[in-house]
T-cell receptor
Framework: KNEVEQSPQNLTAQEGEFITINCSYSVGISALHWLQQHPGGGIVSLFMLSSGKKKHGRLIATINIQEKHSSLHITASHPRDSAVYICAAETSGSRLTFGEGTQLTVNP | KAGVTQTPRYLIKTRGQQVTLSCSPISGHRSVSWYQQTPGQGLQFLFEYFSETQRNKGNFPGRFSGRQFSNSRSEMNVSTLELGDSALYLC?????????????FGPGTRLTVT
């Protein structure tokens, strides 16, 4: 079993739909990261959280430390949200352990 | 403020050769982490440097090494290249790391070993 597991692996949505990507981890963490990777490889950090909830525009990230679970929500999805979304558990010394990623495709 | 830069962006090497990749962090950032991304294994942590010291290391053979200079720039070296080393190598910088600061990723170096 991987230390960080994401679901679903692939997700196709229609523009405007509400999207949820889930992440479960089995290790102790200092923080949980949500990353976005576009074709070509560039990675952008979306959120870093250690408790509660964070919101940035149409993106919301939540974490439940007791259940070792985090979710990334996208409200009013748009085709430009199409990308791979990766959760990563940060353990000691900035070491990130990554989930396999969720390929999101939003159709117009 | 300039972002994280990596050089070169693309590299083709032959099995058995060695390669050195460079990463310049955002000004003021003292932590630099390196990651390998392959289609089969996904993203994997290589090592992290903070104030010129390797603070953490992933599960990679000794052929993979790195260092950090006093200006926080970092290099990673892979010796005796194997076909399986073909990957996207990403570095990320943060102010001090360890669950405190976001990591900012560079564009990556795409290494092809033939």
């Amino acid at each position: 079993k991987n230390e960080v597991e994401q679901s679903p692996q692939n997700l196709t949505a229609q523009e405007g739909e509400f999207i949820t990507i889930n992440c479960s981890y089995s290790v102790g963490i200092s923080a949980l990261h949500w990353l976005q990777q576009h074709p070509g490889g560039g990675i952008v950090s979306l959120f870093m959280l250690s408790s509660g909830k964070k919101k940035h525009g149409r993106l919301i990230a939540t974490i439940n430390i007791q259940e070792k679970h985090s979710s990334l929500h996208i409200t009013a999805s748009h085709p430009r949200d199409s990308a791979v979304y990766i959760c990563a558990a940060e353990t000691s010394g900035s070491r990130l352990t990554f989930g396999e990623g969720t390929q999101l495709t939003v159709n117009p | 403020k300039a972002g994280v830069t990596q050089t070169p962006r693309y590299l083709i090497k032959t099995r058995g050769q060695q390669v050195t990749l460079s990463c310049s962090p955002i000004s003021g950032h003292r932590s630099v982490s390196w990651y390998q991304q392959t289609p089969g294994q996904g993203l994997q942590f290589l090592f992290e440097y903070f104030s010129e010291t390797q603070r953490n290391k992933g599960n990679f053979p000794g052929r993979f090494s790195g260092r950090q200079f006093s200006n926080s720039r970092s290099e990673m070296n892979v010796s005796t290249l194997e076909l399986g080393d073909s990957a996207l190598y990403l570095c990320a910088s943060s102010l001090v790391g360890t669950g405190v600061n976001e990591q900012y990723f560079g564009p990556g170096t795409r290494l092809t070993v033939t």
